[in-house]
Nanobody, 123 residues
Framework: VQLQASGGGLVQSGGSLRLSCVAS????????MGWFRQAPGKEREFVAA????????YYTDSVKGRYTISRDTAMNTIYLQMNSLKPEDTAVYFC?????????????????WGQGTLVTVSS
C-alpha cells in the first residue's frame, strides 16, 4: 500500500486546515487509515483513524471536537479536517494504514506510512 499525503501549511491560531491522504495498491480499500503527528522534540503520536468504510472513527483526546476524519471509499482517500487549531498542534502529520483498527486508544504496529506533511500553527 502506498500513501500520498497533502494539505499541510501555515495557519494562524484558531484557523482551519484540511489534510488529504490517497491510498493505492493491493487491498488498500480494506485497510484502516489515519493520521499520526510528530512535533519537534517529541515522539510520534496517534491523532485519528477510521475503519475501511469510514463508519467507525477514533481520535486522541486532545483533538476530539476539533478534528474530523472522513473517508471517500470510491477514491481511497481520507481527510482530516482540523478546526480551532492551536500552536500545540504544530507538527509533521503522517498518513498511516494498517489491516487492524486502533484498540484501547492506541494504534500500534502500523504497517504502512506516507510521507509527512507539515502543519504550522502560529500564535
Amino acid at each position: 500500500v502506498q500513501l500520498q499525503a497533502s494539505g499541510g501549511g501555515l495557519v494562524q491560531s484558531g484557523g482551519s486546515l484540511r489534510l488529504s491522504c490517497v491510498a493505492s495498491g493491493r487491498d488498500a480499500e480494506v485497510y484502516s487509515m489515519g493520521w499520526f503527528r510528530q512535533a519537534p522534540g517529541k515522539e510520534r503520536e496517534f491523532v485519528a483513524a477510521c475503519n475501511w468504510s469510514g463508519g467507525t472513527t477514533y481520535y486522541t483526546d486532545s483533538v476530539k471536537g476539533r478534528y474530523t476524519i472522513s473517508r471517500d471509499t470510491a477514491m481511497n482517500t481520507i481527510y482530516l479536517q482540523m478546526n480551532s487549531l492551536k500552536p500545540e498542534d504544530t507538527a509533521v502529520y503522517f498518513c498511516a494504514a494498517d489491516q487492524f483498527q486502533p484498540y484501547g486508544g492506541k494504534w500500534s504496529g502500523v504497517q504502512y506510512w506516507g510521507q509527512g506533511t507539515l502543519v504550522t500553527v502560529s500564535s
